[in-house]
C-alpha cells in the first residue's frame, strides 16, 4: 500500500472517529424528541437531563482538536561540528536511501534507535526530522550493523511513515482520551452511589435495622457502553493502523538490506535482542548496583562499563545469538517478530558485502569517553546524578554489598522478631540453637500448608534451605560489619567474598574458600543435633572495646 493510499485510510480511520460521536449524538437528540413528543412532560425532562450529561464527555472528545506534543527521549544533541564522521555517515546512508537528512541527531542511553518528523497539517507538510541513536547499541554493533540500523530508520523517512504518524496519533489520542473520559465519569457515577448506600446503612445500623447489601452494578452503566462503544472502535483503529505499522518495518528492512547489505542487516537484527537483554543485566547488576546504598560508578563508567562487560562475555553473548526470540504474535504489535524480520531479510539474494565494516561502530564518535561522561548528564535524573561517586567499581561493589548486608531482612529475621519479641542478632540465634530451640523458632517461618503438616525430621528437611540461606547471609553480614570481609569484582561472573585475616591486611584471592567455609559450618549448626562450634570458631571476634585496649594501666 503507497503512502498515498495509507494516508487516505488514516484520514477516513479519523474521520470515523467523529462521525461516531456524531452518530451517538444523533441518537441522544432523536431519543429526546421521541420522549417529548409522546412521554409526559416530567419524564421527558428528566431524560433529557440524562442525555445532556452523556453529551458533555462526547462533545468533550469531538472538540479535544490539539494532539499533546510527544516528550522527547532524554538524549545528547550533536553537532556536525561535534562528530562530523557520525554525520557524514547519516547523509551518505540518506542520499543513497533517496531522502532528506534528519537536522538533529541525538544520542540516548537506550538499545534502540528511532527517527521523528515535526510534520504540519497532518503529516501534509513536512516539517524538522530528528535521529536517535542509542549509544549503547554503537558499543555492541559492528559500524556496518548500525549503518544498517540507520539506514533501517531514514527508510521510514523515505516511506513518509514519520509524516503519516501524525494522522494516526491524532485519532489514537482522541480514542484513549474519550474511552478515559467515560471511564472516569462511571467510575464516580459508582462511587456516589456506594457513597449514597453505606449512608443508609449507617442510618439503618443507628436505628438498630438490617443493612442492605451495597450493589454499585446499575451505576454509571451507560457511560460504561458509551466506552465499550468507543473500546470496539479502538480495537479496529490499533488493528488498522498497527498492521500498517509493521509493512512499515518490512519496508525499511528492504531498504537496510538494499543499502546497508543483506547479512549486516540480518546480524543487526539478531544482535538488537541480545545486546537489549545483556543491557538490562548490566543496568541491575553493575549500572544500579550501589544505588541502595546511594553510590554510583565512576564518572563515564553508568555506560563505560557496559562495553566493558560485552568485551569480557563474547562466549556467553555467542551462545545467545544462536536463537532468535520467539515472542507471540499480536494484531496489536507495532513491529513484525524479530525471527520472522530475520528470515525474509536473509531470503534476499546474496551481494557479496559481509566484509565490510567490521570495527566496533562507537568508534564513530570522535571522543568517545567523553561522549559517555556527557552522556550521564544529558540522561541520567537529577537525584541520581547526586549520588556520590565511587572511586573504580570495586570500591561501588563493596559499598553496595555492605550496605545491602547492613539492611539485611531474611525470613529468619522475621521469625526471630515474633519468637524473641526482639531485634535479631548472629549472638542472639547461635544461643537459641545452643538451647535447643532451633526448630521451635522454626515454626515461625512463613510455611507452606505441607510444612506446617509435617513433624519431625520430615518438618527439618522443609525448613532447612530457608534456614541455610538465612543463617547464610547473617553470617556473611556479621563479617562484612566487622570490616573483615571485602568482595571480588568481576564483569565475567558474580561477585565472590573475600576474608580479611585482620583490620591491617590487604585482599587476599586466596581467601575464596570463605563462602565454602561458611557453608560447611552453617550445615553443622542445622543438623538434626545442631553444634555451633564450628561456626562460632570462624567468626571474626567481636572488636574490643578502648577499656580492653588501653594498656597504659
Known amino acids: 500500500m503507497g503512502s498515498t493510499l495509507r494516508a487516505l485510510r488514516a484520514l477516513v480511520l479519523l474521520a470515523g472517529f467523529y462521525l ?10 432523536g431519543t429526546d424528541y421521541l420522549l417529548f413528543a409522546h412521554a409526559p412532560a ?13 453529551a458533555i464527555p462526547l462533545v468533550r472528545g469531538l472538540f479535544m482538536l490539539r494532539t499533546p506534543k510527544g516528550e522527547e527521549p532524554a538524549g545528547l544533541p550533536v553537532t556536525e561540528a561535534q562528530e562530523p564522521e557520525l554525520w557524514r555517515t547519516v547523509r551518505e546512508l540518506a542520499d543513497r536511501v533517496g531522502t532528506r537528512a534528519p537536522s538533529r541527531i541525538v544520542l540516548t542511553g537506550d538499545v534502540n534507535a528511532a527517527v521523528g518528523e515535526d510534520a504540519h497539517l497532518l503529516g501534509l507538510l513536512p516539517g524538522p526530522r530528528r535521529l536517535y541513536l542509542g549509544v549503547p547499541l554503537m558499543q555492541g554493533l559492528t559500524e556496518a550493523q548500525v549503518r544498517a540500523v540507520i539506514a533501517h530508520e531514514l527508510g521510514h523517512y523515505a516511506g513518509s511513515d514519520t509524516r503519516l504518524a501524525a494522522l494516526t496519533l491524532r485519532g489514537r489520542v482522541q480514542l484513549q ?14 462511587a456516589r452511589e456506594r457513597a449514597r448506600q453505606e449512608r443508609r446503612n449507617a442510618k439503618a445500623e443507628a436505628r438498630g435495622k438490617a443493612q442492605r447489601e451495597i450493589d454499585t452494578e446499575r451505576a454509571g452503566i451507560t457511560y460504561r457502553v458509551l466506552a465499550r462503544i468507543y473500546t470496539a472502535y479502538a480495537e479496529l483503529y490499533l488493528r488498522a493502523t498497527l498492521a500498517d505499522s509493521r509493512r512499515q518495518e518490512y519496508a525499511a528492512d528492504a531498504s537496510a538490506a538494499r543499502i546497508a547489505g543483506r547479512d549486516a542487516t540480518a546480524s543487526a537484527l539478531r544482535e538488537i535482542p541480545v545486546l537489549d537483554g545483556a543491557f538490562g543485566f548490566y543496568v541491575r547488576s553493575y549500572a544500579t548496583l550501589g544505588t541502595e ?34 515472542e507471540p504474535i499480536s494484531p496489536y504489535d507495532s513491529h513484525p517478530p524479530v525471527a520472522d524480520r530475520v528470515r525474509r531479510v536473509e531470503l534476499l539474494p546474496g551481494d557479496d558485502r559481509a566484509d565490510e565494516a ?6 564513530l564518535l570522535t571522543d568517545e569517553e567523553g561522549t559517555l561522561t556527557v552522556l550521564e548528564d544529558a540522561v541520567l535524573p537529577h537525584e541520581v546524578r547526586q549520588l556520590r561517586r565511587t572511586a573504580d567499581w570495586h570500591e561501588l561493589l563493596d559499598g553496595a554489598m555492605a550496605a545491602n548486608l547492613a539492611a539485611l531482612n531474611t525470613p529468619l529475621h522475621r521469625a526471630m522478631v515474633l519468637y524473641t519479641k526482639h531485634y535479631p542478632t548472629l549472638p542472639t540465634l547461635l544461643a537459641l540453637i545452643d538451647d535447643g530451640q532451633l526448630w521451635q523458632l522454626a515454626r515461625r517461618l512463613p510455611l507452606s500448608d505441607e510444612a506446617v503438616a509435617a513433624k519431625g525430621r520430615a518438618f527439618r528437611e522443609f525448613v532447612r534451605p530457608t ?3 538465612s543463617l547464610h547471609s547473617m553470617v556473611m553480614a556479621e563479617f562484612s560489619s566487622r570490616s573483615r570481609m571485602s568482595w571480588t569484582f568481576s564483569w565475567e561472573q558474580p561477585a565472590k567474598a573475600r576474608l580479611l585475616p585482620d583490620p591491617d591486611s590487604t585482599p587476599q584471592d586466596g581467601a575464596p574458600g570463605l563462602d565454602a567455609a561458611i557453608g560447611a559450618a552453617v550445615d553443622r549448626a542445622l ?21 580492653e585496649t588501653d594498656t597504659s594501666r
Open 20 to 29: 461516531l460521536g456524531v452518530l451517538l449524538l444523533a441518537v441522544l437528540a
Open 527 to 547: 543438623a538434626d543435633a545442631p553444634d555451633t562450634a564450628p561456626l562460632r570458631a570462624l567468626l571474626p571476634p567481636a572488636p574490643r572495646s578502648p577499656r
Open 358 to 363: 567490521h570495527g566496533a561502530a562507537i568508534a
Open 177 to 190: 482520551r474519550t474511552i478515559a473520559n467515560f471511564e472516569e465519569r462511571a467510575g464516580g457515577a459508582e
Open 42 to 54: 416530567a419524564v421527558a425532562a428528566k431524560l433529557a437531563l440524562v442525555s445532556v450529561v452523556l
Open 467 to 469: 534456614l541455610h540461606n
Open 293 to 326: 546504598a546511594a553510590l554510583l560508578p565512576p564518572r563515564g563508567e553508568v555506560f563505560g562499563g557496559f562495553g566493558r562487560m560485552l568485551s569480557a562475555r563474547q562466549l556467553e553473548l555467542a551462545a545467545l545469538r544462536s536463537e532468535l526470540p520467539t
